[in-house]
């Protein structure tokens, strides 16, 4: 299975962005997806993930409110939908895939796929 990030860019803080995250699967519906972020010099954070029904989401604190994730299991596509960026929202941001109907955020090792990484720069 490959995932496919894109949509990330460079945009002012206050903007807007919508991330895409595209998996080569046909059980695309089977996994619960995620969203990460590293930003330079720190972890990779957990940001946002959705059940593999799409029936219920779970959100970092730090985004709350702002980002939006969903899904459209007829195009293996999630999205995360940036509203309202800050300049601290500057990352690169990484889509995973994770077999079953979990939503809370596990250790590294416990994602079966990752993506490449999408970059997002906000500026002030």
């Known amino acids: 299975v490959q995932l496919q990030a894109s949509g990330g860019g460079l945009v002012q803080a206050g903007g807007s962005l919508r991330l895409s995250c595209a998996a080569s699967?046909?059980?695309?519906?089977?996994?619960?997806m995620y969203w990460f972020r590293q930003a330079l010099g720190k972890e990779r954070e957990f940001v946002a993930a959705?059940?593999?029904?799409?029936?219920?989401?779970y959100y970092a604190d730090s985004v709350k409110g702002r980002f939006t994730i969903s899904r459209d299991n007829a195009k293996n596509t999630v999205y995360l939908q940036m509203n309202s960026l800050k300049p601290e929202d500057t990352a690169i941001y990484y889509c995973?895939?994770?077999?079953?109907?979990?939503?809370?955020?596990?250790?590294?090792?416990?994602?079966?796929?990752w993506g490449q990484g999408t970059e997002v720069t906000v500026s002030s």
């Open positions: 959705i059940r593999w029904s799409g029936d219920s989401t």
């Open positions: 995973a895939a994770r077999y079953g109907n979990y939503i809370v955020p596990a250790a590294s090792s416990s994602y079966d796929y």
């Open positions: 699967t046909r059980t695309f519906s089977r996994y619960t």
